[in-house]
C-alpha cells in the first residue's frame, strides 16, 4: 500500500512539473499575462479597425402555453 501511494506522489509531482515547464515558454504564461496581472500584451494590434468575418444567425420564436 505505501508503495502505490509513494508511486502516485511521485506521478503527481513528475506531471506538475511537466505542465508548469510548458506554461513557462509560451507567449502568456499565466493568468492576465505578468506577475502584476495586468493583461497586457507586448505586442502590438492590428493597425486597421475592421470586421474580419460575419455570421447571421437564423432567428426563431418560442412560446410557452
Known amino acids: 500500500m505505501r508503495l502505490l501511494v ?3 506522489v511521485v506521478c503527481l509531482i ?14 502568456w504564461p499565466m493568468f492576465h499575462h505578468d506577475l502584476n496581472h495586468t493583461g497586457r500584451s507586448p505586442y502590438v494590434g ?19 402555453d
Open 14 to 27: 513528475a506531471i506538475s512539473g511537466v505542465t508548469s515547464a510548458q506554461l513557462a515558454d509560451t507567449q
Open 46 to 64: 492590428p493597425g486597421v479597425v475592421g470586421i474580419k468575418w460575419c455570421y447571421k444567425i437564423p432567428s426563431f420564436s418560442a412560446s410557452a
Open 6 to 8: 509513494f508511486a502516485l
